[in-house]
């Protein structure tokens, strides 16, 4: 498509397109099986790949996912006509202000941000993301996330349903070095130094760069920053043996052998923050709520994400302003927005489409996206991610 066409077809669909199911293997782990994916299509690409362990939103990077990924795995596409497909990064770059506003494309240059849904039956290894300057020196971003547990996609907690983050507020350095001294010797057990939290479905966190995680078992919607970049420091999870370069190779090759530099990727102050849960832990804030719907953040309190969920109410419909262009996800009930058919999955296919994802353009989002509940029984809740909103909340401890 040329840009006068993207621009029509945009402005036919009034702002609001259609994008097709993104689904991402990992070779690490077990599935979860909440991802609403049809059972014979969780190895699409062979077991050498991996299960599909994650959904992507909103997407115009690729995944980190080895030599044998393609060069768009991971990548969000829109559904044209049923037929065709024009990846959003292509929607993004030829219409730049015109579909994410001038503040984002001004600022960034893109998109900067996508969503995922994380679903492994067990924990996750600890791990952290490297900041900004960190990432930069391999050619990458930092990553700064988000996590909230919608209670539609957790129908079972899986094995672990808690997450640790960072490290107990006595643990030292010396502590943390001596047991990554072990990497390849034996089972480090890193958790053993780390602040476990049980998952409460409703609710969410907030993890900065360089700061330790091991997700647990729940399924988890996670706004983040344009960046697939890790450094794990657990070398043994769930009966999981990671080589050594799982812990360094986002590095650059010269610091590889340099403990050093690995204990550098970490943020010390906030990963033994005695005030852990004060600080990151993210319960939902209602910003409206009357008979034709409900609006809460679910993700807020830092300068990077945010997201919201919107509940309308059986039968009802609602005009929904927001400043900013956003990406979405339905998860539960049918309806239409802006008189654009949507619906919750109920059994995807690999490679099909879908009624529930879509991205709203931010002149879309400031006009009012008209959302209708066609249901007479459930709400339609509608998971919404923002690299950028002038009206998110800081974070209030009280």
């Not at 259609?18 to 049809?38: D, K, M, Q």
């Not at 091991?214 to 983040?224: F, H, K, N």
Request: contains cysteine; negative net charge; hydrophobic residues 35%.
């Amino acid at each position: 498509m040329q840009k006068n066409e993207m621009l029509a077809y945009l402005n036919e669909r009034e702002g609001v397109l259609n994008l097709a199911p993104v689904f991402v293997p990992r070779r690490f782990g077990s599935a979860g099986h909440r991802l609403r994916l049809h059972p014979d299509d969780y190895f699409p690409l062979g077991t050498a790949r991996g299960s599909i362990k994650e959904r992507w939103f909103s997407s115009v990077i690729s995944a980190m996912n080895g030599p044998d990924a393609a060069e768009d795995e991971g990548m969000s596409y829109v559904n044209i006509d049923g037929k065709t497909r024009i990846a959003l990064r292509d929607f993004v770059d030829t219409l730049g202000a015109a579909l994410i506003g001038n503040y984002i494309h001004e600022t960034y240059g893109t998109w900067p941000m996508y969503s995922k849904f994380f679903d492994y039956e067990g924990p996750l290894f600890h791990h952290l993301h490297p900041g900004f300057e960190d990432a930069a020196r391999v050619g990458k971003n930092g990553k700064p996330e988000a996590y909230y547990y919608p209670p539609q996609m957790n129908n079972y907690p899986g094995k672990s349903p808690h997450t640790y983050f960072g490290f107990d507020p006595g643990v030292t350095r010396a502590q943390v070095r001596e047991r990554l001294a072990g990497y390849t010797q034996r089972d480090i057990r890193i958790t053993e130094l780390s602040r476990a939290y049980r998952i409460e479905l409703g609710t969410g966190w907030y993890t900065p760069p360089g700061v330790m995680h091991a997700p647990g078992s729940y399924l988890t919607y996670e706004p983040q920053w344009n960046s697939d970049v890790n450094s794990v420091f657990e070398n043994i999870a769930d009966g999981e043996i990671y080589g050594r370069d799982f812990l360094t190779e986002n590095l650059p090759p010269e610091d590889r052998d340099d403990m050093d530099k690995v204990m550098a990727l970490l943020d010390w102050d906030k990963n033994v923050d005695p005030r852990y849960r004060q600080h990151y832990f993210r319960p939902p804030l209602t910003i409206t709520s009357n008979a034709e719907y409900t609006e809460r953040w679910i993700a807020y309190g830092n300068h990077y994400i945010a997201a919201k969920e919107l509940s309308v109410e059986p039968g009802q419909t609602a005009v929904i302003r927001d400043e900013t262009a956003y990406g979405c996800i339905v998860v539960q009930g049918w309806g239409s927005l802006q008189g654009t058919d949507c619906a919750a999955a109920v059994m995807l296919r690999y490679g099909g489409l879908s009624q529930d994802e879509f991205f709203v353009s931010a002149g879309r989002a400031e006009q009012g996206l008209t959302v209708t509940n066609r249901s007479g029984c459930e709400p339609l809740v509608m998971l919404k991610h923002f690299p950028y909103h002038p009206a998110v909340p800081a974070h209030s401890e009280e």
